[in-house]
């Protein structure tokens, strides 16, 4: 008697959407982050619509952006294998939540450019994506944590 239980997985065609939802995710980590390392100041002048000269603050900036390019790589690895890199997506996730929500403030309160309203809404659509991923995989029986 064979008694091997086979591991919950995702459906094919949901894997798939999956797998493009979190290329998708690092495209957009990417778009954001290369710039924002390899040209800080440019990057936080179209954000902020202000200058950044001090140098330490510059460095600090691309740090963050940095972070951000990490989490684009774990997207990627999200991507090959979205049954097993949950954890990626729980601290992308709450990563962009937090981000979204500090940028929103910052936006009304008059500290940044109109740019920040298209950073704050893609990483709110992203949020809501991988929550709805979370839920995909807890209903194909797969653990969330």
Not at 23 to 31: D, I, L, P, Q, S
Not at 33 to 54: C, H, K, V, Y
Not at 73 to 98: C, Q, T, W, Y
């Amino acid at each position: 008697m064979n008694t091997l239980v086979q591991p919950a997985t995702l459906a094919q065609s949901e894997r798939r959407l999956i797998q493009a939802l979190f290329v998708t995710a690092a495209v957009w980590n990417f778009a954001g982050s290369i710039p924002g390392i390899t040209n800080a100041a440019g990057m936080f002048a179209q954000e902020f619509g202000r200058d950044l000269s001090d140098p330490v603050m510059v460095s600090v900036y691309r740090g963050a952006w940095a972070t951000s390019f990490l989490y684009a790589l774990g997207f990627l690895l999200v991507a090959r294998n979205p049954e097993r890199h949950v954890g990626i997506v729980l601290m992308g996730g709450l990563g962009k939540a937090l981000f979204a929500m500090n940028l929103a403030w910052m936006y009304f309160s008059g500290w940044t450019s109109d740019f920040a309203v298209v950073v704050i809404a893609g990483d709110a659509v992203f949020v809501a994506l991988f929550v709805t991923y979370l839920f995909r995989l807890r209903r194909a029986g797969l653990a969330v944590l």
